[in-house]
């Protein structure tokens, strides 16, 4: 067990692009650490070089207090589980989990005893003497999982190791890696594009965004207070809704209404105002006499009943936000994740005992204590002490600078490169 | 598996069947040959009017002088020897021309493509003078060296495209998995790889079997001469008979090794090896 430490690392490929971007993160040990963002943000780059399957360009990687950057993989006591969770075909299942073991020169009795208690764990034990060919989707999966911790090495890397399986199965074993991990209490680092693997695994989530690290914070953190508009349209299923409004006069005006400007903000003018889909409420529902509630009426578009709750999509005028955080999002996500990314449609969630119904117009409720403030120019939250946040936007906004200023086929070869390493 | 119609059916049987007669007629008309005795060799019939296996047993008769005995034992010899090391060189260029970047990788391709594309006769000259100035004329080297020279690029065509099908991916839960680059790939990469290892063993086995050029070009004893060579030389009981009966019997003696050959290694070579290493 040990903690690793990377200290501005950067890969850089010959042709000149940076995958990853000055990367600084200390992961304690038994840490559950979480890297996630987009494809091609980096994430699984960093991943790799902290298994030693990357070069390191840049920068220096500790783990457990000692360099490794220059230690092939197999001096550094890391095992990793593959997004394809590269099984060797030929061999059983046991063969497959006792391989390290084997490589290590461990003796055979205790190979087997290791490989038969971690077939336990996973529930595999009926199916060692087959092959990978043989099993499932899940079973092969459990068997990468198996191979990692019959090693009980320091540090466990996953890669996206759940987004082979089909939904029900990824939440069952999200459940599995969770129990796992807290049992062995071995550092992890996993990386996945899944905002909800990652809120829901990690002890600390790192955002990433075109090779650079956004917000490290716990999860509740991150929902709660996103350093900026890429990590609180990142984070939150449905996404948090964009609009633009206009602070002026101790006002802040909004495209249906006014309220009066939160505590600590002392921006003016021009402002992108973040608000998630459980601070809005059917009016009917919205707690009374509360101080900073706002009362607005909408055009009902779309009506989802999930049963314990309902979604709206209410359409609104003159308060559409565009920027390249959120293009970049609803690019990754598909529109419909992010519905206000410049298309004038808003998700709100009311209770499930609300009869509003499609194609109504139905007056609806914000809470307006809980408005997320953002800076147009930069993307940076207004509402957080600055000095952090000041630092990765500047980051980011050279690296989104610098990908501009390169000659299209080149940004286009840059793409194909991030996407490649991305795999 | 989609089941077929029963005309479907009848018309593939027919089908394989011509092509099956059309192949393996002439075969068949050797076999039928080589059991004629002289009188009857040239009398037109399929089936031989007085079966005899004088042809086989004149071959071999003498011991190590008969005319067959030292020729297959050089031709078994040059192209086992040949196979290995084409297929044991071919297989570390193929991997490092599969998964590596290096200065001068296409180079090497396009060098193979280029040596297996020269016109074998056009080096034979040149072959035949080297040789013997420097000694490996009538030699076992002096016929696998350009055996190499010829199976090699063939071998390592194969085998690229064999090694490009194995994902990465295994390799480096290898390396994680604290195999040495070496040992990850004997122990991970060359297994999965077998097939291909294999097709290009008989690839490169049957090229050196089959040649004629030069054997007959680069021998002049038997001290090296390879079966195909050595037929040439078959004479007639007196020097009025053709030694046809005797020709054809060899033909069929060299036609066996190659079928064994094939025979063993085909059930090595099963697509789908891979099957399962990853999702899909």
């Known amino acids: ?79 990793m589980v593959f997004q394809n969770y590269a099984l060797y075909p030929h061999m059983t299942v046991r063969e497959n989990m006792g391989f390290a073991l084997k490589l290590a020169k461990v003796d055979q009795a205790e190979i087997d005893a290791k490989v038969e208690s971690a077939a336990k764990t996973l529930d595999l034990t009926d199916h060692l003497d087959r092959k990978p060919s043989n099993l499932s989707g899940g079973q092969r999966q459990r068997v990468a999982m198996g191979r990692a911790i019959v090693r009980d090495p320091q540090v466990f890397l996953m890669d996206e190791p759940l987004s082979n399986l089909d939904a029900k199965l990824r939440v069952q074993m999200r459940t599995e890696v969770s129990r796992l991990q807290r049992d062995l209490s071995t ?71 006014e309220i009066a400007v939160p505590d600590g903000v002392s921006h003016t003018g021009e402002v992108i105002v973040g608000i998630r889909p459980e601070d809005f409420e059917d009016a009917r529902f919205a707690p009374a006499n509360h101080p900073a509630g706002v009362e607005f009426e909408a055009p009902i578009e779309v009506l989802e009943s999930m049963g314990s709750e309902i979604y709206v999509y209410f359409t609104f005028q003159g308060g559409e936000v565009s920027s390249d955080e ?85 940004r286009a070869a840059a793409a194909q490169d991030d996407s490649t390493a991305a795999e | 598996m989609q089941s077929r ?97 290096f200065p001068g990788k296409t180079l090497i391709l396009a060098g193979a493509l280029a040596i297996a594309m020269f016109p074998l006769i056009s080096v034979v000259g040149p072959l035949f003078d080297m040789w013997r100035a420097l000694g490996l004329y009538d030699t076992w080297v002096g016929l696998i060296i350009p055996y190499l020279t010829f199976a090699l690029p063939l071998a390592i065509y ?21 195999a040495t680059p070496w040992q990850a790939f004997r122990k991970v990469i060359l297994p999965l790889a077998t097939p291909g290892v294999f097709t290009a063993a008989i690839l490169v086995f049957i090229f050196a079997w089959n040649d004629f050029l030069f054997a007959i070009t680069l021998t002049s004893s038997d001290r090296a001469r390879t079966v195909p060579a050595a037929l040439a030389f078959f004479t007639g009981e007196s020097q009025f008979t053709a030694p046809t009966g005797n020709i054809a019997a060899a033909a069929v003696l060299v036609t066996i090794p190659i079928i064994i050959f094939v025979l063993i290694f085909q059930r090595r070579i099963v697509a789908g090896l891979t099957a399962g290493a990853v999702k899909g």
């Open chain 2, 5 to 101: 119609s029963p005309g479907a059916y009848l018309g593939w049987t027919l089908a394989l069947g011509v092509v099956l007669f059309y192949a393996l007629i002439p075969v068949l008309w050797l076999v039928s040959l080589s059991f004629k005795s002289p009188a009857t060799v040239s009398d037109k019939k399929f089936i031989p009017a007085d079966t005899t296996f004088d042809n086989y047993t004149t071959l071999f008769q003498g011991g190590l002088d008969s005319p067959l005995l030292r020729p297959l034992i050089n031709s078994l010899s040059i192209a086992l020897i040949a196979t290995v090391i084409a297929v044991t060189l071919a297989s570390f260029t193929a991997y490092a021309i599969a998964r590596l970047d």
């Open chain 1, 1 to 79: 067990m040990a903690d690793i430490k990377l200290h501005d690392i950067t890969k850089r490929y010959a042709d000149g692009t940076e995958a990853v971007k000055h990367m600084n993160l200390e992961i304690d040990d038994g840490e559950f650490m979480i890297l996630v963002g987009p494809s091609g943000c980096g994430k699984s780059t960093a991943l790799r070089m902290i298994a030693g399957l990357e070069d390191i360009s840049d920068g220096e990687l500790l783990i457990g207090d000692k360099v490794v950057n220059n230690l092939a993989p197999r001096d550094r006591d890391i095992a």
């Open chain 1, 326 to 410: 959120l293009a970049e999002l609803a690019r990754d996500s598909g529109i419909a994740e992010t519905p206000s990314g410049g298309s004038g449609l808003a998700v709100a969630r009311l209770n499930p005992e609300s009869e509003i119904t499609q194609g109504q117009r139905a007056t609806l409720w914000f809470d307006g204590a809980k408005l997320h403030l953002f800076d147009p120019s930069d993307g940076s939250s207004l509402k957080r002490g600055r000095q952090e946040q000041q630092a990765a936007a500047e980051a980011t906004a050279e690296a989104v600078d610098a990908e501009q200023e390169k000659p299209p086929p080149e």
């Open chain 1, 187 to 257: 550092t992890m680092v996993y990386v996945t594009h899944d905002q909800t693997e990652a809120m829901t695994l990690g002890d600390r989530v790192a955002v990433m965004r075109s090779g650079v690290l956004q917000q490290v914070d716990t999860p509740r953190v991150l929902y709660n207070d996103p350093v900026n508009i890429f990590v609180a349209g990142f984070i939150g299923s449905p996404a948090m809704n964009f609009f633009s409004g206009t602070i002026a006069g101790g006002k802040l005006k909004l495209p249906f209404g």
């Open chain 2, 158 to 178: 194969t085998l690229v495209a064999f090694f490009r099908e194995i994902p990465w991916e295994l390799e480096q839960a290898a390396q994680v998995d604290g």
